[in-house]
């Protein structure tokens, strides 16, 4: 069958934003893998715990990425070099003053988040020593964010997926130096992580020079009082969001964790076919977000029609072919992931849930893409994620004490397909107003 052009501009960037959404996980793995091989079962634990401190910390900052993406994307659709310029160099100031504070405050916050996870002193004093050290490659990390959402808006989805590959390859190499040829235990291994962001930045900035020959700052339209406000509404309305969506992730995991480890495993092993899916998904998302963004900067409505209609078909034809491969090899995948028949035998109770998930969540992660693109962050992003994370909440308290885990299971099937259906009801309330493309507001 003949691609038509919108969709094969959709494959050429979506493609690499999947091979990097797969890779960027391969840093936590990489390190867990090593201290594996050293010796002590504490390691892997201060692994695990400093691993969850730095991605909660980067977590909540990943509105630079879709923040810069979007009105990156509007400025190339109307060919303005400069705006697009100004947008790199006001993310990566903004990145460099977030990184700054949270050096500062690092010692901080790592303390609240081990005592919230209640760690043992043998495992969280290590973990604190692997964050001390990996807390220096945050710049590197948040103007990587940036940058990568630049690029992105530029068309350029394979330059996100060079950065990934390089900064993985330059973290095994070091890594694998550090501890096991100068003898350093998680030290090392935190050095080899920092200095392979570092490594990936450093990269980046070179590919993004040899690529799009940015011009010299403008300091004046970086630091433009109406651009300035623009930047902050939107990733407010991006941060607000995160949030949201870190609280719905958290409650469930707590939720797993007070009906018992074999039902907290159970969930994790689960959750890991949603993260499958959500690597994909993600990457036509990311798609979205370029190409709305651009023909909404091109003020091209008929184009921006195409571009939504064929992400859409495109999600519905991911989620049956995720829900047929799931129904077919779900126990294949799970005997994969995990040898513990205990762990397998309690998630194929609540296997059926993981079928319904790409159907109630494909057209939410199509959706965050391309209101991204378009700027539209709080009715279009915001305001869904909110009211769909107190349907979650709402949903689970009427649930759970009736249906145990399945009906934890169920508000949060409730919470992706509401997240969709808000967003689609949202569009079809503002499309003619999108389609005569005229000026929008957040």
């Known amino acids: 069958m003949k691609l038509s ?54 977590w909540i900052f990943g509105f630079l990425r879709l923040g810069a993406s979007g009105v990156t994307a509007q400025a190339f659709g109307a060919k303005d070099t400069v705006a697009a310029d100004a947008v790199l160099y006001r993310g990566l100031v903004i990145a460099a003053g977030i990184s700054l504070l949270i050096m500062v405050a690092q010692g901080f916050l790592t303390d609240r988040v081990l005592e919230f996870m209640d760690a043992d002193p043998a495992s969280a004093n290590p973990a604190s020593r692997y964050v001390s050290i990996c807390i220096w490659g945050a710049p590197s990390v948040l103007a990587t964010y940036t940058l990568s959402g630049w690029m992105l808006g530029m068309q350029y989805s394979k330059g996100p997926m060079w950065i990934a590959l390089v900064t993985n390859i330059v973290n095994i190499a070091a890594s694998l130096i550090f501890v096991f040829w100068l003898g350093y235990d998680i030290a090392g291994v935190a050095t080899g992580t920092c200095i392979a962001q570092w490594a990936g930045i450093i990269f980046g900035a070179i590919l993004t020079v040899l690529k799009f020959h940015p011009s010299h700052p403008d300091w004046k339209k970086v630091f433009k009082a109406e651009d300035i ?10 941060f607000l969001r995160t949030l949201c969506l870190v609280a719905v992730t958290l409650w469930f995991t707590h939720a797993g964790a007070v009906q018992g480890t074999l039902v907290l495993a159970a969930n994790a092993l689960l959750m890991q076919f949603f993260m499958l899916f959500s690597y994909f998904t993600d990457g036509f998302a990311f798609a979205g977000e370029a190409l709305s963004g651009k023909y909404m900067g091109e003020r091209n409505p008929d184009m921006l ?23 077919i090899a779900g126990d294949t995948i799970m005997h994969i992931l995990t040898s513990d028949s205990g762990v397998v035998d309690t998630a194929k109770k609540y296997f059926i849930w993981i079928l319904v998930i790409p159907v109630a969540g494909f057209t939410a992660f199509t959706w965050d893409g391309i209101f991204g693109g378009l700027t539209l962050t709080r009715g279009g992003l915001l305001l869904p994620m909110a009211l769909s994370a107190m349907l979650f909440f709402a949903s689970y308290a009427l649930l759970t004490p009736l249906y145990g885990n399945h009906g934890l299971w169920a508000s949060f099937i409730i919470y992706c397909a509401s997240r969709g259906i808000i967003q689609t009801i949202y569009f079809q309330t503002h499309k003619k107003y999108l389609y005569r493309n005229e000026q929008q507001g957040h």
């Open 305 to 327: 029609k195409k571009s939504i209609e064929s992400l859409i078909k495109t999600g519905v034809v991911l989620s049956v072919i995720f829900t047929t491969a799931y129904f």
């Open 229 to 238: 406000k623009r930047f902050f509404a939107i990733n407010r309305d991006i």
């Open 5 to 58: 052009n919108i969709n094969r501009e959709i494959l050429a960037l979506s493609i690499p934003a999947i091979v990097s959404n797969i890779t960027t996980p391969l840093l936590g793995l990489i390190d867990v893998a090593i201290v594996g091989h050293i010796g002590s079962a504490v390691y892997i634990a201060a692994i695990a715990l400093g691993g969850a401190v730095m991605n909660m910390l980067y």
